[in-house]
């Protein structure tokens, strides 16, 4: 009797929690309250969403679908930098993000320093190898279509992050 009340409850809490998550997942990211602002990198224009408070940090791209992290209808391509107040040994992880994703950590000066490939769901953290002021995400192949590399430079408008 035991062994059985056991697997229904182990069904049970399965069933609760993935009734929970499949509307959140299929509905996407709420990225509604982040602001927005165009940066360029390697000539390229982005649109991306700026993660600049501790919450938006922490929620980023997670259970944002492919979508939305497409490139907009006029081709521009999308992303999300983290600004950060003082440059820290950042580092990021998958955790509830079901896109892959590239993943670039950049001094306060804008200087890409490394770049990474993220896998979804992977929740191993990848440290970034010196301090960083920004990290800048976008859907994977994204830096590889537009040739971003270590020492790329990322150009934030003046008065953007003001």
Known sequence: MLRGVRQLSLFALLAACSNSLTPQIAAGS???????????????EFEVWLARTPTQ???????????????????????????FQAEFFLSF????????????????????????NLIPLNEDPVVAGQPALFAFEAIDGT????GIVAGAQIVIPPGTLD
């Open 30 to 44: 709420d990225l509604s309250g982040f602001e927005t602002a165009r940066i360029t990198i390697n000539g390229q």
């Open 57 to 83: 940090r922490a929620q980023g791209f997670m259970n944002a679908t492919a979508e939305q992290l497409a490139p907009l209808e006029d081709g521009t391509p999308r992303g999300m930098l983290f600004v």
């Open 93 to 116: 992880f998958m955790r509830n993000t079901f896109v892959p994703l590239d993943l670039a950590y950049a001094a306060a000066d804008g200087t890409i320093f490394e770049t990474h």
């Open 143 to 146: 830096f590889f279509d537009h």
